[in-house]
């Protein structure tokens, strides 16, 4: 069946240490990408995004993702994390031929240790 | 990107009653989208809402529980009717943006719950 699948529910990392956050997709083809974030209360903000192109996407905090097709992959990461990072973190893709739906996965809520 | 203004944030509402959430956006789109989100769950698409047209509602959601309203290409509602506990939730829209700047832009959210 068609997925977004984030393995990790939660992730506990130092503040300062490098964070990978993961994300799979089951599509036959490449879909669009994105990453969101929510804080606690807020809607969601995008991170990035993915089209086409450079599989290295840099987007706004300084995080970046890069998307492998080998892997049918699109992990976010970071190399330093602030306090501020905590929140959910939502991997979602769109099919283009299916109406522009946008489809989440589950989610990975992070926490960062002071 | 289009900016999205949602309202209520939150409310809190009798069993029985209706809630209607509003969202403005502030620019023209032609898809908008409601979502409820559960706690500490993922978002859940409800229906798609187009301009001029019926909004068509995803599996598990019907129309007379959600009854959504698109009156032009800048504003939407959704109304959760006969609330329930079950129905305490969080509520998002989404607007597409299909242009050059391809994406989804989405509301603060609303936080229903039902006593």
């Known amino acids: 069946a068609q997925s977004v699948t984030q393995p990790d529910i939660h992730i506990t990392v130092s503040e300062g240490a490098s964070l990978e956050l993961r994300c799979n997709y089951s599509?036959?083809?490449?879909?669009?990408l994105f990453w969101y974030v929510q804080s606690p209360g807020q809607g969601l903000q995008l991170l990035l995004k993915y089209f086409s192109g450079d599989t290295l996407v840099q987007g706004i905090k300084g995080f970046e993702a890069e998307f492998k097709r080998s892997q049918s992959s699109f992990n976010l990461r970071k190399p330093s994390v602030h306090w501020s990072d905590a929140a959910e973190y939502f991997c979602?893709?769109?099919?283009?031929?299916?109406?522009?739906?946008?489809?989440f996965g589950k989610g990975t809520r992070l926490h960062i240790l002071p | 990107s289009a900016v999205i203004s949602q309202k209520p944030s939150r409310d809190i509402c009798q069993r029985g009653t209706s809630l209607t959430i509003q969202c403005q956006v502030d620019?023209?789109?032609?898809?908008m989208f409601w979502y409820r989100q559960q706690p500490g769950q993922s978002l859940t698409l409800i229906a798609t809402?187009?301009?001029?047209?019926?909004?068509?509602?995803e599996s598990g959601f019907v129309i007379d529980k959600f009854p959504i309203s698109r009156p032009n290409l800048t504003f939407s509602t959704l109304t959760v009717s006969n609330l329930s506990p079950e129905d305490s939730s969080i509520y998002l829209c989404?607007?597409?943006?299909?242009?050059?700047?391809?994406?989804?832009?989405f509301g603060s959210g609303t936080r229903l719950t039902v006593v």
């Open positions: 989404s607007a597409l943006d299909g242009g050059a700047n391809y994406g989804y832009t």
């Open positions: 599509y036959g083809a490449t879909p669009y």
């Open positions: 979602a893709v769109v099919l283009m031929n299916r109406d522009d739906k946008i489809i």
């Open positions: 809402a187009n301009q001029g047209s019926e909004a068509t509602y």
């Open positions: 620019s023209q789109v032609t898809m």
